[in-house]
């Protein structure tokens, strides 16, 4: 499908090692988004995933895609990203970990994904489709590769409805991802345009609005001198200012992570 990308703008900042080992310093090895593995069980919470085969968009590490194939008796779960040094990464991991049988990871281009129509019993994605700005493109790809009667189960940074503020626009500058973010109303005419039913959105803003907070404190905190001696004073005080901002916007309630759950008829 011509438009659909997983990549993130050409001059937004990567996730190279420094900013995946303080991402990880934050949020757990394996994870680059918040709330672990927690939050991954909560977003699937209710699925059957017995004998399922799992796909994992946008899986960096490997973080969720270990602890669904450890907690659940899946089939399989194909992790796909578009940097080919966190596929490395989840690689390396898989096999410490001994799930080179139960876990795949492949490094995709930008555009439509390399499965067949139907593969999929259910598509997993956490917090990586904020980078994807046309949420109808997207939706229409996830539900090509489930099989009918398959689920989305995802998460995503939501913002609110009208205009970005400045504060919101601020964030979005310092933090330098290439979000395209959408909102509630956004995912939910994409998802029913597409042809998913049962669409369900579960806002998180006000569980994340605490860990933030409790995520800036660490990084001024404990985790301020042990960050500054691997990546160094500039790197450590600006993604503080990061999260600083992020506190902002979660305040005001303009970013709202959100729980995505539909089903493919």
Known sequence: MPGVTLRRMSDAQEYDAAFVTLLESVWGEGFLSPGGTGEVARILEGLDLRGAAVLDIGCGTGGAAFGIATDNDTATVTGVDVAGNLIGQARVRAAERGLETRTSFLRVAPGPLPFADGEFDVVFSKDSLVHIPDKLAVCREILRVLRPGGVFAA???????????????????????????????????????????????????????????????????????????????????????????????????????????????
């Open 155 to 265: 998460s995503d940074w939501l913002r609110g409805p009208g205009p970005i503020s400045r504060q919101l626009q601020y964030y979005i500058d310092v933090e330098n991802l290439g979000f395209g973010m959408g909102t509630a109303e956004d995912y939910e005419h994409a998802l029913a345009v597409a042809g998913f039913r049962d669409i369900r959105l579960v806002d998180r803003n006000a569980w994340y609005r605490d860990v933030a907070r409790s995520e800036h404190a660490a990084l001024t905190g404990p985790l301020y001198a042990r960050l500054v001696a691997q990546l160094g004073e500039e790197f450590t005080r600006h993604e503080i200012e990061v999260w600083r901002a992020l506190t902002v916007v979660l305040d005001s309630g303009e970013l709202r992570p959100t729980h995505l759950r539909a089903r493919r008829p």
